[in-house]
């Protein structure tokens, strides 16, 4: 068991470990932290100083955790719509202690377990977590947050292939995955994740409600649902409402309005070219502003044969 009594989110409590997404992620930006890093506005790199952070679309987080990790951001704001991320992200910044200790117990019981029994398992907590919705209080902190949590991130842990994804009547549905022995509980990784969030206010929004912490010389970086390539990429169900087309124009009008603000603007995205080279989608949404194409490997696509590296876009704004 690990239980912890006092954390100072200053103190190196355990090793030097950098932080990571605590959660696995589909879209995780952690094969392009580097991309991303060359294209840092230059008075940032040389200063190591972030006045001001502003995330749209948090998901797992693993730019954030990378600039925590190697530069001093005064404050930092992170948006995103899906109410149960948000429910983690906030449970380990105001309850870490709990959290840990309920995960650990969950792992020991489960390893514990067949294989038959941990199926059993799995699909009871998965039916604990879709019941427990449906009188959930997502406005009001409190206790039961914890619970969510710890169900969530085991869930995420131990289902087939690490997906989230919610059907239209907003229930968790991903099948049993066949792991080994997954960590349920990486008591390392998440007080480093606590230790990142100081200093750090959580929001569940529309990315759109981000504009009222956004001024000149913050640093943005929007990274949301992709539009997907084709009909067995479509992966964009992390909240109930999805991410379409006209979800895309209106954060294209967005990252435009927030330009005239100032502010320093970097967006990630699939590139519709990697299957039509006709397609300009992007290119036309985003004339004017600076589009690069990198190369990145898709993890996610129902045909295994269609797992390669691809393109991806970078847009941003502004000259290094």
Not at 33 to 41: G, S, W
Not at 283 to 297: M, N, S, T, W
Not at 302 to 320: A, P, T
């Amino acid at each position: 068991m690990y239980i912890i009594n006092s954390i100072n989110p200053n103190e190196q409590l355990i090793g030097n470990v950098n932080p990571k997404p605590f959660l696995k992620w589909a879209g995780g930006k952690s094969q392009l932290i580097k991309e991303l890093y060359k294209r840092l506005p230059i008075t940032i790199i040389k200063t190591g100083l972030i006045e001001s952070y502003v995330e749209p679309f948090v998901g797992g987080g693993a730019f954030f955790f990378f600039l925590k990790k190697n530069f001093k951001i005064n404050k930092s704001y992170l948006f995103d719509i899906n109410r149960e991320l948000i429910v983690c992200y906030k449970v380990i910044q105001n309850n870490i202690n709990e959290l840990i200790y309920f995960l650990s117990n969950l792992e020991t019981e489960y390893l514990n377990y067949s294989e038959d029994k941990r199926k059993e398992f799995y699909y009871k907590i998965r039916e604990n977590y879709n019941l427990q919705r449906k009188e959930f209080n997502y406005s009001n902190y409190n206790s039961d947050w914890i619970v969510r949590a710890t169900y969530m991130i085991f869930l995420n842990k131990t289902c087939f292939n690490g997906l989230f994804r919610l059907n239209k009547a907003g229930e968790f549905n991903v099948p049993f995955g066949k792991y080994k022995k997954p960590t349920i509980c990486d008591a390392d990784n998440l007080i480093e994740v606590y230790k990142a969030l100081a200093d750090t206010e959580i929001i569940c929004s529309d990315f759109e409600e981000s504009k009222n912490y956004i001024q000149k010389n913050t640093l943005v970086y929007l990274d949301p649902p992709y539009r997907p390539l084709n009909n067995t990429s479509n992966f964009t169900n992390y909240s109930e409402d999805g991410f379409d087309d006209n979800d895309q124009k209106r954060l294209a009008k967005f990252f435009k309005e927030m330009d005239k603000k100032g502010a320093y603007l970097i967006l990630s995205n699939s590139d519709p070219k990697n299957e039509n080279i006709n397609d300009n989608f992007f290119d036309e949404l985003y004339a004017g502003f600076i589009i690069e194409r990198v190369k990145a490997k898709r993890y996610i696509n129902s045909d295994g044969n269609k797992r390669g590296e691809i393109n991806e876009l970078i847009i941003r704004n502004y000259e290094r």
